[in-house]
């Protein structure tokens, strides 16, 4: 009855597919994003690299154009123009000097006597800079189409140009990027720019850095190319951190189905929802051959596992502390039942299982009158069906007897079950004021053949009349079986051989054609 239907978990497949899908577009997010990030450190400590070497260029240039303006005077004489010669020799940078005056009029240089005058623009922005410095990228007579021009004016009014190829300027930050990161060095008002700068590509990032007081600016970029380039460089890296990451996706994707499709997760969710069915069988009375009880017992098909046992269910849901939940929905589940059938089932009581530990919870006789207000068709006609799986300890004894006591104060007829497997011997009975005894059906199938048993069954029968216990057989599944319990005395009879446990519906069908016969 109880077997496993095929799990529907999604096939090998299906999970190899998704966490091949899942990790590659992972690894593809993890490369693209932590290469851009590491990128944009690199150009962010470059650029102040960058920064410190410009800086540094810049102070020794202005000791330089100092050094010069000091020693010199407002004429051109041989030796001021030899002097010239001689710093611009011993200059790391500059290969030529020019002299001006208050009005910028260039009026000496390294070839002797000159008369321009420096550009406007290059005048006013040494006017305007506190210490009378600053830059330009101009044509030269002796260097050529671009010049890279530094300006010092001294407070006596003499000022210094240094004439250098652009290229002694940006050696170092050449050298820096390499070609991996264009730059765009703006001189005065003209920009001059790495090789790369030209290049076809998108920028992605930029840094700048400004030297104000020499009126420059750095801008560094870092371009689609370069990011490219490091892309296809890590596909190695690409496939070691896929294949990582596709281990990780099977991993979790397994246990997350595993435990999704797990028994224990399947119940705890069945509970939860009340997913789960009530069958109920008839227990018969010897008297007058009416179904005067039933008995609610659990039925729970798992859409992953099929038909679970009452008895695993029990067991799982006391493992998950669920015990309670799973007696609270049976007892809610037997007061629509009564609710749906009022008519037929006038006068039937049912009982429900319930375990013996939940009896000893404080929680359980509010529960149970919460439910008993809910439902109030249960009044009078539920019972509850107690097995004695395990020793009493002494100290709950006085707890169990007056939480019997409550619950039948409540209207509730209390039953043993299962007398003569468990715990519950002939003492127990004595102490506690059980309504019903249920002999298990271990005694009914070995009552006809064993002396032994037949004994003991008198007995029981006789002490149960004594304690005003009515007396229920479980387990007929024949006629003789049924002939030999009935000279016992007991008066009332349960088993397949008047039905098996049903569902709702059927029991309700089962009952009127008992009632018409
Ligand atoms: P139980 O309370 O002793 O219930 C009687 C069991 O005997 C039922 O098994 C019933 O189907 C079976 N039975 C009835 N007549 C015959 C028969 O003639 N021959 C045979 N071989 N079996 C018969 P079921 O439904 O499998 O339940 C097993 C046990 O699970 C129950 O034993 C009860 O201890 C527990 N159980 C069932 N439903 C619940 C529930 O809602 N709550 C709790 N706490 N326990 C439950
Ligand atoms: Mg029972
Ligand atoms: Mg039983």
């Not at 993890?30 to 962010?44: A, N, T």
């Not at 039948?408 to 079950?417: F, N, P, Q, R, Y």
């Amino acid at each position: 009855m109880y077997q496993n239907i095929k799990s529907p978990m999604p096939s090998k497949i299906r999970v190899i597919s998704l966490s091949a899908f899942i990790s590659l577009l992972l690894s593809f997010v993890i490369l693209s994003v932590g290469l851009y990030l590491y990128l944009l450190k690199d150009l962010e400590e470059k650029t102040l690299t960058a920064e410190s070497i410009l800086t540094d260029r810049m102070d020794t240039i202005l000791v330089e154009l100092k050094g010069v303006a000091q020693s010199a005077t407002l004429s051109c004489e041989k030796e001021d123009v030899r002097n010239l010669i001689e710093k611009s020799f011993y200059s790391p940078m500059f290969k030529e000097y020019g002299l001006f005056n208050e009005d910028y009029r260039v009026y000496c240089s390294n070839f002797g006597s000159q008369t321009f005058t420096i550009y406007s623009s290059i005048a006013d922005r040494i006017k305007e800079s506190k210490d009378g410095i600053t830059v330009s990228l101009v044509q030269s007579n002796t260097l050529g189409h671009q010049t890279f021009f530094a300006f010092y004016q001294g407070e006596n009014g003499i000022g210094v140009n240094g004439l250098a190829p652009p290229k002694s300027l940006v050696v170092e930050l050449e050298h820096l990027f390499s070609t991996q990161y264009p730059y765009n060095l703006t001189v005065g008002k003209r920009v001059l720019s790495s090789q790369e700068a030209n290049s076809d590509y998108s920028v992605l990032s930029q840094r700048t850095v400004t030297l104000d007081e020499w009126t420059m600016s750095l801008v560094v970029s870092l371009s689609s190319y370069l990011y490219w380039d490091y892309f296809c460089q890590s596909i190695p890296l690409f496939a070691i951190l896929w294949l990582l990451l596709f281990a990780i996706c099977c991993a979790i994707f397994w246990s997350v189905l595993y435990y999704r499709y797990s028994l224990p997760h399947s119940l705890r969710k069945a509970i939860k929802e009340e997913a789960m069915d009530v069958y109920f069988q008839p227990i018969i009375s010897l008297n007058d051959q009416k179904a005067r009880d039933m008995e609610a017992l659990i039925r729970w098909k798992s859409p992953y596992h099929g038909q679970v046992s009452p008895l695993t269910i029990i067991e799982i849901a006391d493992r998950l502390g669920l015990i309670d939940d799973l007696t609270w929905m049976v007892i809610r589940k037997v007061g629509c039942f009564y609710r749906e059938n009022s008519a037929i089932l006038e006068g039937v009581s049912i009982a429900v299982n319930v375990d013996r530990h939940s009896l000893l919870e404080e929680s359980f006789i509010p529960n149970l009158q919460g439910i008993l207000a809910e439902y109030p068709e249960l009044k009078g006609r539920l019972g509850l069906e107690v097995t004695e799986t395990s020793a009493l300890n002494m100290s709950d004894l006085p707890i169990m007897v007056s939480q019997f006591e409550r619950i039948k104060a409540l209207g509730i007829e209390l039953s043993v079950d299962d007398f003569g497997t468990g715990y519950s011997g002939l003492d127990f009975l004595r102490r506690f004021p059980y309504d019903v005894l249920k002999l298990d059906r271990v005694f009914v199938s070995s009552f006809q053949d064993d002396q032994f048993t037949r004994q003991i069954l008198t007995s029981v029968t006789k002490l149960a009349r004594e304690l005003n216990m009515k007396v229920v057989a479980e387990g007929i599944e024949e006629q003789e079986q049924l002939d030999a319990i009935k000279e016992l005395g007991v008066d009332s009879v349960q088993g397949y051989f008047f039905s098996v446990p049903l569902p709702g519906d059927q029991i309700i069908q089962w009952l009127e054609e008992k009632t018409q016969k």
